[in-house]
C-alpha cells in the first residue's frame, strides 16, 4: 500500500482509529534513502513509543487514523494473490502459444508456486489472528450489555443519580457502537480473505450472493 501523500502533516497530531479511539500521537518518521517513510513512530498515552507501517496512517483533514493491521495485511494479501496468479495463468498461456519453452514454463511456474503457496499459509494464519479479534468484539459487547443492565439495576432502585446515569448510558451505548462496528468490519474482512483462498473473486462473491437473495418465481394468480 502506498504511504498517505500529507503523512509529513501529521507530526504531533492525535491519532485515532477507525472507531474513533485515541491510540497516541505522531512522534517522528523512518524515512527511507529516496524520501518515502517506511514507518511512523507513535507515542502512546503511557509514554511508549512504537513504530507501525507508513502505509497503515492515513491522513484526512485534520484527522489521523490509523488503519488496523488485520486491514493492512489483508489489503497487501489482496493485491499480492491476484497479481501472482494472473502471473501464473499468463504463463501458462505463453506456453500454449509456444512462445516460452517447457523448461523455462516450469522453472518459473514452480517459482510463482511457492510464492502463492507461502501467501496463502500467511494468510491463513491471519485468518485465525481475525476469529481471535471477533471473538474478542464478541466478548466485549458481551460484557457491555451485562454492564447496561447493571446500571439500569442500580439506576431503578434510586443508588444511581439521573445525571450519573445518563453519562454512564451514554459512554456505555458509544462503546457498544464502536465494539459492533470493529466487529462487523472484522467479519467482512474475514469473508473477503476467505474467498480469496477460495479463489473466488468479487464478482463471483456478488453474483452468488444475488442468487441467494433472489426471491423464488411465482405462478400467476
Known sequence: MQQDPNIFLSIGK????EYGRAIGEIASFAVKPNGGVDHVYIRHADGRFMKYPAGSIKVEGSEVIYLS??????ALFCDQIPLIWRKDQ????LLERKKISQEVYEDLHSSFEGALNQLKTEAQTLLEKINKEIERCSNEIKELNYALVHLEVEHEIGEIGEQSYNMAFSAIQEC???ANSEKADLEGVRNK???LLLGETPNEAVAEETVEKAPAPTSPS
Open 69 to 74: 493491521d488485520i486491514k493492512y495485511e489483508t
Open 90 to 93: 499468463a504463463l501458462k498461456e
Open 193 to 195: 480473505l476467505s474467498n
Open 176 to 178: 457498544l457502537k464502536r
Open 14 to 17: 492525535t491519532v485515532k482509529d
